[in-house]
């Protein structure tokens, strides 16, 4: 079955940096899209970045020149490198992917990232 298991969360002061990690497994990883979400407390889970298995990528306006998103399809691995964070970064965050045929899509557990001094 999809699995997908996020790590990589921490306390980090305004301005550091992190890098998450998607651990996939149960699907053939090269093929899917995938990408990256984060919920605030008491906000709508918002989409923050997204890679297509050929690599082209995209990026909330929030986060934009800040973020990387990456992918090792030999590793079955999505990053979300995040540099010069700000304390609006604090969420959890989690990672997806969508199957077709038919639809369903699939979340991590999520990683808690908390920005703060």
């Known amino acids: 079955q999809v699995q997908l298991v996020e790590s990589g969360g921490g306390l980090v002061q305004p301005g550091g940096s992190l890098r998450l990690s998607c651990a996939a497994s149960?699907?053939?990883?090269?093929?899917?899209?995938m990408r990256w979400y984060r919920q605030a407390p008491g906000k709508e889970r918002e989409l923050v970045a997204g890679?297509?298995?050929?690599?082209?990528?995209n990026y909330a306006d929030s986060v934009k020149g800040r973020f990387t998103i990456s992918r090792d399809n030999a590793k079955n691995t999505v990053y979300l490198q995040m540099n010069s964070l700000k304390p609006e970064d604090t969420a959890v965050y989690y990672c997806?992917?969508?199957?077709?045929?038919?639809?369903?899509?699939?979340w991590g557990q999520g990683t808690q990232v908390t920005v703060s001094s």
């Open positions: 149960g699907f053939t990883f090269s093929r899917y899209f």
């Open positions: 890679i297509s298995n050929s690599g082209s990528t």
């Open positions: 997806n992917t969508d199957q077709y045929g038919p639809y369903r899509t699939y």
